[in-house]
């Protein structure tokens, strides 16, 4: 039954962008770009545009639930490569998880007199148990509620574009001394997780009126509103807030720039709004990840174990995204999150890209826009872990973990466990069909 019209599927990309992540990478891309933090933003929208190419084509013709796990499987399908990045894809999304719960800790800090490492943890555990125990309980509160607090958070960003606009200074949006075309594309694909969150559009496909011309119309339209709105965003919020101020509260630096016309009240505001925001993203990435390690459970590239319901909820997916997340989000720190965060999804979208290459003749797409998607994915990562490797060797280390963890774990996996029971399944299915 097809329910969600064009509107509601531009909502769907909306909420999956306009996350928590905004709230979390502003500071960080401050801190490298300067006053040319705009272009920052805009080089990683125009990757993500072009990436959106391929989701569309892809998503037209293979309406799945699966999204980008059913993509990798079509083009590539059970092997090595498919496995390991579906897995890649399930532990990205545990890293967003991280870094929207450490964002909550910062602009929930703001609220303590004194900010101490007690403090900072239990607002990034909180912000984490809370939401997994409400997915636990009613699956049907998360999908209910983003609606509504997706509404608010634009709301919300609205306003403080349309109260500062005639705060802004347009001498802090010169280009300073200090800025090069490396830190500009670095400070892009550092906040590229501000951009993660479009691709659940393919996820609902099936669902989707009228989905030859809704699907493409859903993405393009969803990607450009949001790169439309963190420009406009950045603008205001480098234009009105002297940079040192930015930088020195970089962790809350949205609520920052909330308080030239609105006062400590648009601070306050923020804040309140952040909390919401990265508490409603982290309760939705939760139910979407436990969904998906569903999917690769079934497909027989996680264990079973991810498979277990209860009242149609993956419970286990549940309380093993909440277990990890946990450890993540209070072992490594923002910065590192969001690199880690932003590399893996590039990755995953370069793989995508390559899908969509391979299957080019099926989805009747253009080759030049997705070699084009292919290139601006791969130097963009490359640019990114080049940089990191001489700023944050240790964001590297962890990055390379995941994708020797993946690999390793698809491997042994595939070949020990998964092999020996698709075959044990398939004798008992020629034993019960004679």
């Keep these: 039954m097809r329910t969600i019209g064009l509107l509601g599927a531009i909502s769907i990309g909306v909420g999956g962008m306009v996350g928590g992540g905004i709230f979390a990478v502003l500071g960080e891309a401050v801190s490298l770009a300067h006053s040319a ?38 083009a590539f399908g059970h092997n090595l490569l498919s496995g390991s990045a579906n897995l890649m894809l399930w532990l ?47 699956a049907s509160f998360v999908s209910k509620s983003e609606t509504i607090i997706v509404a608010i958070k634009i709301i919300l960003l609205v306003i403080i574009i349309v109260s500062g606009a005639s705060y802004v200074d347009s001498s802090r949006l010169t280009a300073s001394s200090g800025v090069t075309p490396l830190s500009i594309v670095v400070s892009g694909m550092i906040i590229f997780v501000a951009y993660e969150g479009f691709e659940l ?79 409603s993203a982290i309760n939705a990435t939760i139910y979407g990840n436990a969904r998906l390690g569903y999917i690769i459970a079934v497909e027989g590239e996680l ?14 997916g549940i309380i093993i995204t909440l277990a990890f997340s946990l450890v993540l989000a209070n072992s490594i720190d923002l910065n590192e999150i969001a690199i880690i965060g932003s590399a893996s999804f590039l990755l995953i979208f370069f793989i995508v890209n390559l899908s969509a290459y391979k299957l080019r003749k ?40 995941f994708i020797c963890s993946s690999i390793i774990f698809e491997f042994f996996y595939g070949r020990f466990v998964r092999g020996h029971f698709f075959h044990r399944e398939y004798l008992v299915d020629n034993t019960n069909n004679r």
């Design 37 to 74: 933090t705009t272009y920052a933003f805009l080089i990683a929208g125009f990757v993500t545009l072009l990436t959106s190419y391929s989701y569309a084509k892809l998503s037209v013709a293979y309406q799945s639930k699966g999204g980008t796990v059913s993509f990798i499987d079509k």
């Design 92 to 138: 990205s999304y545990l890293v967003t998880i991280s870094l929207y719960a450490v964002a909550f800790s910062s602009y929930g800090a703001t609220f303590f007199e004194t900010k101490t490492p007690l403090i900072t943890h239990s607002l990034i555990s909180i912000a984490i148990v809370f939401p997994a125990l409400i997915n636990l309980v009613s």
């Design 201 to 279: 559009i393919a996820n609902a496909a099936e669902e989707i009126k009228d989905p030859k011309k809704n699907l493409p119309r859903a993405f393009y339209g969803s990607v450009i509103f949001v790169i439309l709105l963190y420009v406009l965003i950045v603008i205001i919020s480098v234009g009105t807030v002297p940079e040192a101020q930015l930088l020195e509260a970089k962790d809350y630096a949205l609520a920052i720039a909330a308080k030239p016309a609105l006062g400590d009240i648009g601070f306050t505001i923020v804040a309140i709004a952040a909390l919401l925001a990265t508490f």
């Design 303 to 316: 264990p079973k174990l991810l498979t277990k319901e209860k009242r149609e909820i993956p419970f286990m």
């Design 362 to 401: 099926e989805i009747a797409a253009n080759s030049i826009i997705l070699l084009a998607s292919i290139l601006a994915t791969f130097t963009a990562l490359m640019t990114l872990l080049y940089y990191t490797y001489s700023s944050n060797p240790h964001a590297i280390e962890i990055f390379i973990l």
